[in-house]
């Protein structure tokens, strides 16, 4: 059964940088769509770095482009987003996300593994 496992969340100070992990099994990093989300209290699931299942072709919402980097790790099977210049709006619960042969559309219903998420609390 394939799961994802994130860690690396915390509080930081605005202008910080973070950098989360996503440990997978169960399943081929090589051919998954990967991607992380966030969702604030009372706000809708909001993909910030989504990536086809190749890997050669990645989306950067506006909100976060320049900011945020995703990677990953194939030898550990880990996902990987460094955050950098973190705002108190990137405060939320971040989740990585996984779609077999997926396109990296950053809409949460192309996504069918999700982890449990980790919290990103960011202060002014």
């Known amino acids: 059964q394939a799961q994802l496992v994130e860690s690396g969340g915390g509080l930081v100070q605005a202008g910080e940088s973070l950098k989360l992990s996503c440990t997978a099994s169960?399943?081929?990093?090589?051919?998954?769509?990967l991607a992380w989300f966030r969702q604030a209290p009372g706000k809708e699931r909001e993909g910030v770095a989504c990536?086809?299942?190749?890997?050669?072709?990645?989306y950067y919402p506006d909100s976060v482009k320049g900011r945020f980097t995703i990677s990953r790790e194939y030898d550990k099977n880990t996902l990987f987003l460094q955050m950098s210049s973190l705002k108190p709006e990137d405060t939320a619960k971040y989740y990585c996300?996984?779609?077999?042969?997926?396109?990296?559309?950053?809409?949460?219903?192309?996504?069918?593994?999700w982890g449990q998420g980790t919290q990103v609390t960011v202060s002014s």
């Open positions: 169960g399943l081929d990093f090589t051919k998954n769509a």
């Open positions: 996300a996984a779609a077999k042969y997926g396109s990296g559309l950053c809409q949460p219903k192309e996504y069918n593994v």
């Open positions: 990536q086809n299942w190749s890997g050669g072709r990645t």
